[in-house]
């Protein structure tokens, strides 16, 4: 084994100096008689002393058995053996753990929500504060309120108007933790949005953080419809729209199985089974699935099981199959094309 004094010199983090001329020694020629300092001589910096009496320090304790063969050890695994997981876990050392896993992305809101809240939390949203900051045109004033100075913890918090929606968006749907009542005074979007969803049972914590990022989303549109469309809307007419979305999302299923398939058209028909696979197949589990498969078997087409299938789906397609729709009347055949 050898010992460079050139990779002494950067293992202790000596600096400043005149580099050392290369050396070449054997680890037991650098220890004997402190040979390794007398080759640092003349070039340890009055920066670098506190270093060097370290790595000195360290190296008086090592003890070297003639006739011992070196060995190499991967301190980083409890047995001293090298190993992948090892390795890929010393990538993460140092590293800090993020919030936002459990916070935004194991919710069950739709993607735009959850990125929306991702958003949220971190400030960036771009409104009159930074929209300022930047010199760039904006309103100043909150479009909601029109009495303070728009930013992202006042326009979906603190805003009188805003917090009308969450009080009526709370009782409607039983999460008194949604109340502003309820609320303390945070600092930031983070604070607020991580003692929001912590102050929930376990039980309604999922639920929860689902609505605050659908009520977030919602009070954003209607900000930017009033900024670029001048259009105002009353409370009951966001919170209407905050109820839909939520009975779609959280609950299309159970509305989907209940339809009453033998009085509607055709076409109706097509436009609620498309609107079922855009919202209810995330949503949905296996068994509410296998419930409609067994309450309406003759309604059940390929598409259904393309969409739940993925693999089924990506196959169909490379082979150019036709594209399946839901009727209200039982097929003709194995099942009925959308262009017949």
């Known amino acids: 084994m050898v010992w460079k004094l050139d990779q002494l010199q950067r293992h202790a983090g ?3 100096g005149e580099v ?5 020694r054997s680890v037991a020629e650098a220890l004997n008689d402190g040979k390794w300092i007398l080759d640092l001589r003349g070039r340890v910096t009055a920066d670098s002393l506190s270093e060097f009496v370290d790595l000195w ?27 992948s997981k090892s390795a890929y876990r010393l990538q993460f050392l140092g590293a800090t753990s993020s919030p936002f896993v459990k916070l935004i992305w194991s919710a069950t809101a739709a993607p735009k929500c959850r990125f929306f809240g991702w958003l949220f939390a971190l400030n960036r949203l771009l409104t009159a504060d930074r929209l300022l900051a930047r010199r760039w045109p904006n309103s100043y004033f909150c479009p909601l309120c029109r009495r303070s100075l728009e930013t992202a913890l006042h326009l979906l918090v603190e805003c009188p ?6 009080t009526a968006v709370a009782i409607a749907h039983h999460l008194p933790v949604l109340s502003p009542l309820s609320w303390g005074t945070p600092s930031s979007t983070l604070e607020w949005l991580a003692s929001t969803i912590a102050a929930a049972t376990a039980r309604d914590r999922k639920r929860t953080a689902s609505t605050i990022f659908l009520v977030l989303w919602v009070l954003w549109k209607e900000r930017n419809r009033r900024i670029f469309d001048n259009k105002d809307r009353p ?7 905050v109820d839909d979305e939520l009975a779609l999302s959280c609950d299309v299923s159970k509305k989907f199985l209940a339809l009453p398939f033998e009085v509607i ?4 028909g097509h436009q609620m089974f498309r609107q079922y696979m855009r919202m209810s197949i ?11 498969r067994a309450a309406h078997p003759e309604l059940v087409h390929a598409e259904f099981d393309l969409y739940a299938d993925p693999a089924a789906k990506r196959a169909a397609a490379a082979g150019g199959a036709s594209t399946y729709v839901v009727s209200p009347s039982p097929p003709a055949g194995p099942s ?4 017949a």
């Open 14 to 16: 000596l600096q400043g």
């Open 20 to 24: 050392p001329r290369p050396k070449c």
């Open 57 to 83: 320090d360290r190296v008086r304790r090592v003890t070297l058995v003639n006739g011992v063969a070196d060995a190499f050890v991967w301190r980083f695994s409890a047995d001293g053996a090298y190993s």
């Open 161 to 166: 108007w805003a917090r009308r929606v969450w």
């Open 235 to 241: 409370v009951a007419v966001v919170v209407a729209e």
């Open 265 to 268: 058209s055709r076409s109706e």
């Open 282 to 292: 995330r949503h949905a589990n296996e068994e509410s699935m296998t419930r409609f």
């Open 336 to 339: 009925t094309s959308a262009g």
